[in-house]
């Protein structure tokens, strides 16, 4: 009989893999564009989490989100040399940061 065999075990959840290809797209005053891949690997994301800090310094700070692989930033910091990165997530958490990219607004 079709369908007899009953409900199918739940597939956990995996956390996305890294994300790639990070890269500028335009920059100008205070805003800038980027572009990236999704993951090959792990989980499918449900966003994505682009963080910068100051160039030399450790601690990231959260610049926006995005559920797309593109997003552009406004009011962000001008005449500093900054590093943007991006997190892929989903709820079984997140993925590895990508590369960093370098911009001077």
Known sequence: LVGSSGRKAPTPLEKPGETRALHIVDQGPARISLDWKAPTDGGKPSAYNIQRRAAGTHDWLDAGMAVITEATLFNQPTGAALEYHVIAVN???????????DATL
């Open 91 to 101: 709820k079984a958490g997140q993925g590895k940061a990508s590369g960093i990219v």
